[in-house]
């Protein structure tokens, strides 16, 4: 619903490596542009972020965007969550299966 109505370069997706690759997949046959997997090895100016993003909760340093998704966050410390959050600058959305305390909070 959120990629019909936003600019898919103006969302960040973080969750863990193995569901951020999952959902790449998944996405493929689901959006006009492909998504792009953040890789924090290399420079920014060096990956296509002009599309959507995905980044592992290891990989989401020097980015920022309007909406951000967070998924996996029963899993993630509490200080990348803090930080994920910094990353937002209008609105971010936590998706889960089961309830937590860190969601709770």
Known sequence: ML???ITPKDILVIS???SRDKLNEDLESF???KAVLLDSSKNLIYQDIDNLLLSSYTD???ITAKHVILMDICDAKDTE???AFELCEDEAYVLYDDECDKITT
């Open 3 to 5: 990629l019909k109505t």
């Open 81 to 83: 969550l803090l930080y």
């Open 60 to 62: 989401m340093h020097g």
């Open 16 to 18: 863990n490596n193995l």
């Open 31 to 33: 959006i006009e542009n």
